[in-house]
């Protein structure tokens, strides 16, 4: 498992150039090398900080159900900037004491949480680029072992119509996402 973490987040480099305006994004600040980038950017990095699984107890008591296991063991592992994986961006995990910039990062747009939490929906991402369409858990698909499709959802049906709308399947597992990853990762560079 931590392998395979450790492929999915060296992989972030080969998909995104991992730049941005400290202005605009304080979790890139936050995880700012030392190496310089153009136009008044700076090029971040995601790191390795392993927090204590109960950290995840807070926003399970406002979640339907708990992440599935490779997910929960990558929240609990690394901390990340929001990073554009080419088929989807996935939101930050910033780095802190606790894990409530991740909680932040999910429930941000209040709109899209408010209906996709009590239908069976627990986003972690978006679509690529400008992409908006969350991509979530869909806990509806949950198995024994806690794994669960990978959907991505019409944002402007929930914005415009309040209705959820499935509009593709990413992936069967969080697994078979982060292995999708590694591949298109692998592919490109």
């Not at 498992?1 to 060296?10: A, G, K, N, T, Y």
């Not at 991992?18 to 890139?28: C, H, I, R, S």
């Given at each position: 498992?931590?392998?395979?973490?450790?492929?999915?987040?060296?992989s972030f480099?080969?998909?995104?150039?991992?730049?941005?305006?400290?202005?605009?994004?304080?979790?890139?600040?936050?995880?700012?090398?030392?190496?310089?980038?153009?136009?008044?950017?700076?090029?971040?990095?995601?790191?390795?900080?392993?927090?204590?699984?109960?950290?995840?107890?807070?926003?399970?008591?406002?979640?339907?159900?708990?992440?599935?296991?490779?997910?929960?063991?990558?929240?609990?592992?690394?901390?990340?900037?929001?990073?554009?994986?080419?088929?989807?961006?996935?939101?930050?995990?910033?780095?802190?004491?606790?894990?409530?910039?991740?909680?932040?990062?999910?429930?941000?747009?209040?709109?899209?949480?408010?209906?996709?939490?009590?239908?069976?929906?627990?986003?972690?991402?978006?679509?690529?680029?400008?992409?908006?369409?969350?991509?979530?858990?869909?806990?509806s698909s949950?198995?024994?072992?806690?794994?669960?499709?990978?959907?991505?959802?019409?944002?402007?049906?929930?914005?415009?119509?309040?209705?959820?709308?499935?509009?593709?399947?990413?992936?069967?597992?969080?697994?078979?996402?982060?292995?999708?990853?590694?591949?298109?990762?692998?592919?490109?560079?």
């Open positions: 498992m931590d392998r395979l973490l450790s492929c999915f987040v060296e480099a080969k998909l995104d150039d991992l730049m941005e305006f400290p202005e605009l994004n304080p979790v890139a600040r936050a995880l700012a090398t030392s190496e310089r980038a153009p136009y008044g950017m700076i090029r971040w990095s995601p790191v390795r900080s392993v927090s204590e699984a109960s950290l995840l107890d807070s926003i399970y008591a406002k979640l339907p159900a708990r992440f599935p296991p490779l997910y929960e063991r990558f929240v609990s592992t690394y901390r990340w900037a929001e990073v554009d994986l080419k088929t989807y961006t996935l939101l930050a995990n910033p780095p802190g004491e606790d894990l409530s910039g991740l909680y932040d990062a999910l429930s941000g747009d209040v709109n899209l949480w408010d209906e996709l939490i009590p239908a069976g929906f627990v986003r972690f991402g978006k679509g690529p680029d400008c992409d908006y369409d969350p991509v979530c858990f869909d806990i949950r198995r024994k072992n806690r794994e669960c499709r990978i959907v991505k959802i019409d944002h402007e049906e929930i914005l415009c119509n309040y209705r959820v709308k499935v509009v593709a399947v990413l992936a069967n597992s969080f697994e078979e996402l982060v292995r999708n990853t590694i591949a298109l990762a692998t592919k490109s560079g």
